[in-house]
């Protein structure tokens, strides 16, 4: 896990970690929830399958700093637009939206565009997703 004295910047942060779509595999959504956690985050986890609607409520709901998605059904694209849609017509068109999953190199300008902060693939450390997601939020 990671170092919670080297994150402490994100304790009092909300964090909203989702899983949109049909993708049923949360493992990861999971480790980087408590990954957050640990940093001292405040994480609320939506649980599987949920829609992009839910998303932006539990999001303004819940009066989140970032919004992290954990997308694997290569449908990445359209549902993070959606979010991102969503969003803005609950009036939260200024939360961080970061996404985690299989997210091929070619789609990460596409997702530039649509105003996502980070990705993040199974390669990376939990120590660089958190330090990243801290960054973003100072």
């Known amino acids: 896990m990671t170092d919670a004295s080297t994150h402490g910047s994100l304790r009092g942060r909300r964090i909203l970690i989702a899983k949109p779509g049909l993708d049923g595999h949360d493992v990861g959504a999971k ?44 449908s990445h694209k359209e549902l993070v637009e959606e979010i991102v849609e969503q969003l803005k017509a609950l009036g939260a068109r200024q939360v961080p939206i970061f996404v985690g999953g299989t997210i091929p190199e070619a789609d990460l300008p596409e997702l530039d565009r649509l105003g996502v902060k980070g990705v993040f693939t199974s390669a990376m450390k939990l120590d660089d997703v958190v330090a990243a997601v801290t960054e973003a939020l100072v």
Request: hydrophobic share 50%.
């Open 31 to 74: 480790v980087i929830a408590l990954a957050l956690r640990d940093a001292g985050a405040d994480v609320i986890y939506t649980g599987l399958r949920k829609s992009p609607g839910y998303i932006a409520r539990v999001a303004v709901d819940e009066d989140v700093d970032a919004v992290g998605l954990s997308i694997l059904s290569g």
